[in-house]
């Protein structure tokens, strides 16, 4: 039996002092306002909006978003080193707000669907949009799949002749996006789906490229050309959508994509390369009238480095949301008692967790600066080649020291406190991964499953080792049931707070605008 640790009273009340002040700097993390940009508060958060912005990071809920701000935070060493160099927390410049995290109102939304406590992008984006519950996988339509929904970009289209605007990091007939403009059993239906997003007739779409634009198999028109034909400027470079104009229709591709035909994760984003906040800065300028417009818009890669457990990228694209929320603040800013800006979730992905026992439960995030690169771009353009090329364990890594930070055992430095020397046991998991990698067998048992997932056993253990050097773990890589903020700024703000339903979310913007639900 392991002998049990004494500890003194005084040791006791020391530990407990440091706790209490740990738990109230990361409350005071949370709510100060160290964001530069300035908000022209309306303090009664009354009016009519007839500009509505609505942000879903998908897969983001309060793990991913104070993890994005303790990383930005300019001493990210460890929040227990943190507290201790001063008794006033206020003077420890550990957390930097996202800009979102200054909004005067926050509620928090609940996400099942008609069918799960774990629900898919499909449901909950169709819960947000239409105020229904439905199956998982099934984008606004009910749960026999004969009755469809109308969602609120659709109602105000017709009821109050407002532009529309659907923005995503991911594919624009992704599930997420697609909740806006489609009514389909499958979300898997691409082409379909492709073909409602020209028949919504909405003002301007931007994000990744659509998945199956072409319908091979029948022989059908690609969905770019029918977009062409129906009025709509398609543009696939940034010189292309820089020249739109207010007033224009159009359908705007990323001209560098990456995974899936995605944008790319925030983390490999070039130099002049358009990020997310670019296309919505171009949306603000299209969209802008008298009359009213309504945009989503959907920060995907969120949810797609999670499901990878790629801490580091995760971070990144919560950032690059947080960035984009910016444009909309400086227009709400012109338009105080117009406005109503949104952000919130679909769901949460994978439960993150601010808290790891291998780094004694400190945090350590200056340690996942050493990432230079997504799991999805190390696969692409290193992965693929060791695998040509037969690349021995050793020079593997030094590309993984290079990318990555992790040194191998016996290196100058440590293990411990955020440290990048792997231990005996990291790097033997390493080795196991690497050849797991190399032989090419997506075969996956119990074991490996929960080691590796379905991705590819090094990248993902290079990152598990990261996170939990940083302090971050991960408990799956699907999603989970955890609610979700909703954090609210301008015209019928004050709705928005307490915890409610995700249905709610579309009430409560329906009764705002005065739109009839139908």
């Known amino acids: 039996m392991m002998k049990r640790k004494e500890i003194s009273q005084e040791s006791f009340r020391g530990m407990m002092k440091l706790a209490v002040g740990a738990a109230m700097f990361a409350a005071m993390a949370f709510t100060s306002k160290v964001d530069a940009q300035q908000i022209q508060v309306n303090p009664t958060g009354k009016g009519t909006p007839k500009y509505v912005f609505l942000f879903i990071g998908d897969g983001m809920s309060y793990p991913q978003i104070q993890s994005s701000a303790y990383y930005l935070g300019k001493d990210a060493a460890g929040i227990v080193d943190t507290v201790k160099k001063s008794e006033n927390p206020k003077d420890s410049p550990y957390g930097e707000n996202l800009s979102f995290m200054n909004f005067p109102v926050a509620g928090s939304a609940q996400t099942y669907d008609a069918t799960s406590f774990a629900p898919d992008s499909a449901s909950t984006a169709t819960s947000i949009l239409t105020g229904k519950k439905t199956h998982s996988s099934s984008i606004n339509v009910d749960i026999t799949k004969k009755q469809k929904f109308r969602t609120i970009a659709e109602q ?61 198999k029948n022989d059908k028109e690609s ?27 159009a359908l705007v591709i990323a001209e560098k994509l990456a995974d899936s035909d995605a944008m790319n994760y ?93 780094t004694d439960y400190n945090l350590f995030f200056n340690t996942l600066k050493n990432q230079k690169i997504s799991y999805a771009k190390y696969d692409s353009d290193f ?32 293990n411990k406190n955020g440290g990048l020397v792997l231990t005996d046991y990291e790097y033997s998991r390493l080795k196991d991964a690497y050849a797991k990698t190399m032989s090419g067998d997506k075969k996956r048992d119990q074991r490996e499953y929960e080691l590796y997932g379905t991705y590819e056993p090094l990248s993902v253990t290079i990152t598990h080792i990261l996170n939990n050097k940083s302090g971050i773990g991960f408990t799956s890589y699907s999603h989970t049931g955890l609610p979700v903020p909703v954090f609210a700024l301008g015209a019928g703000q004050k709705e928005f707070g307490g915890y409610y339903d995700n249905t709610d979310i579309y009430k409560k913007m329906a009764a705002l605008t005065k739109v009839v639900q139908d």
């Open 383 to 414: 992965i693929s080649n060791y695998k040509k090329n037969n690349t021995s364990f050793d020079d593997v890594m030094k590309d993984v020291t290079e990318l990555f930070g992790l040194k191998v055992p016996g290196s100058e430095g440590s």
């Open 156 to 216: 105000l289209r017709d009821q109050k002749n407002w532009k529309i605007g659907v923005i995503t990091s991911v594919n624009l007939n992704h599930a997420t996006p697609a909740a806006s403009y489609a009514h389909q059993a499958s979300r898997k239906s691409n082409y379909p789906i492709g073909l409602e997003l020209v028949a919504s007739n909405f003002d301007y779409f931007a994000g990744g490229a659509l998945m199956e634009p072409q319908d091979k």
């Open 223 to 249: 969905i770019y050309s029918l977009a062409q034909k129906a009025g709509y400027k398609v543009c696939f470079t940034q010189k292309d959508a820089s020249s739109l104009k207010n007033g224009d229709k």
């Open 266 to 358: 925030a983390q490999d984003a070039q130099k002049g390369e358009w990020t997310l906040r670019d296309y919505v800065k171009k949306g603000i300028e299209v969209l802008d009238n008298k009359k009213g417009f309504f945009m989503e818009i959907e920060g995907g890669k969120i949810d797609w480095a999670c499901h990878a457990n790629d801490a580091r990228s995760t971070i990144a694209d919560t950032v690059a949301l947080s960035d984009a929320v910016k444009e909309a603040i400086d227009f709400y800013n012109k338009h105080p008692k117009e406005t109503l800006i949104l952000v919130t979730a679909d769901h949460e992905t994978v439960g993150l967790t601010i808290g790891f026992a291998g």
